[in-house]
């Protein structure tokens, strides 16, 4: 859902595109967008997939690699040596970052102990302590786009669980769902945000209704966690909203879906993102107003 806001923002900037996908072109409106498009095999494929990559970027003197999906940067993540060998930026984030990111029991003990960060009580699902309160959120705990997402879940349930290993709980808090999208440079320690209140999403967790806004210790936190764990690029932060604090979901290690709706709120998340990889300074941080963003979908012929 990214891909569309990535594509135009780098064309404008004068970059030659090469787009993949698993599916063929005419099925995908974004197609037209890109310089060249490949068909792509699945990522599950490792050597095929990573042998791939390689050879696109080889043929068509490509200097940079973008994953949009968490599947596609794991398994880059995997293989990182293999790009770099091939003289390839991967423009996504650092593997002690990934470790961080893409294990949400990890990133719940990586801020447990800080008063900073307000974090809901995490557990692996194959020990689970006698005082934990149920229902409760179960989820893998490398999982990607809600796939896996119980809500209300028993104890009783949690027992079905086939492979509890890979199954995380969390204890259940409502309130409202905030994300940012935030970048930063490792190199100059700056950085930037754009928040925004999700109003309506899809059961993956796309917003679909949202409400920017400026809260200055929503801006704030953010920036404590990307200069704990050194971010450089863009990532997207997830947050519940209860009782007057922002308690720490998740953290996407890429573009989000709604990534245009930082940029249609004048912050260009594509643009800075590589200027990360590339050296150069980012855009300083803007003033963000309040106001209500819609997604809207569009038929077109191919």
Not at 65 to 70: K, M, S, V
Not at 199 to 207: D, I, Q, V, Y
Not at 235 to 264: C, H, Q
Request: with cysteine.
């Amino acid at each position: 859902m990214s891909a569309e806001c990535a594509i135009q923002k780098l064309k404008e900037q004068g970059h030659f595109v090469v787009g993949c996908d698993i599916y063929p072109a005419e099925w995908h409106y974004e197609t037209k967008l890109c310089d060249l498009f490949y068909q792509a095999p699945f990522a599950t494929n490792e050597v095929e997939y990573v042998n791939f990559l390689i050879n696109v970027c080889k043929d068509n003197h490509l200097k940079y690699i973008i994953p949009l999906t968490d599947l596609e940067i794991d398994i880059i993540n995997k293989n990182r040596k293999i790009f770099e060998d091939n003289t390839l930026i991967l423009c996504m984030q650092s593997e002690e970052v990934l470790k961080v990111a893409r294990d949400k029991y990890k990133l719940y003990k990586e801020f447990e102990n800080d008063e900073k960060v307000p974090s809901v009580r995490t557990y692996i699902a194959d020990n689970i302590p006698d005082n934990f309160l149920f229902p409760c959120i179960a989820k893998p705990y490398n999982g990607r786009s809600s796939e896996g997402l119980m809500r209300n879940v028993s104890r009783e349930q949690i027992a079905t669980i086939g492979d509890k290993n890979n199954y995380i709980v969390q204890e259940q808090l409502s309130g409202n769902v905030f994300t940012v999208d935030y970048v930063r440079s490792s190199k100059y320690k700056a950085d930037a945000s754009v928040p925004r209140q999700e109003l309506l999403r899809t059961k993956n967790g796309a917003g679909l209704t949202i409400r920017t806004c400026s809260d200055s210790i929503l801006i704030n936190l953010t920036s404590y966690i990307g200069n704990r764990l050194n971010i450089n690029g863009c990532v997207n932060m997830e947050f519940i909203y209860n009782k007057g604090y922002y308690y720490l979901i998740d953290i996407n290690p890429r573009f989000s879906a709604g990534v245009a709706f930082s940029v249609i709120s004048g912050y260009d998340m594509i643009t800075n993102h590589l200027r990360c990889f590339n050296g150069e300074r980012i855009d300083d941080p803007i003033a963000i107003d309040d106001r209500i963003i819609i997604k809207k979908y569009e038929e077109v012929f191919y």
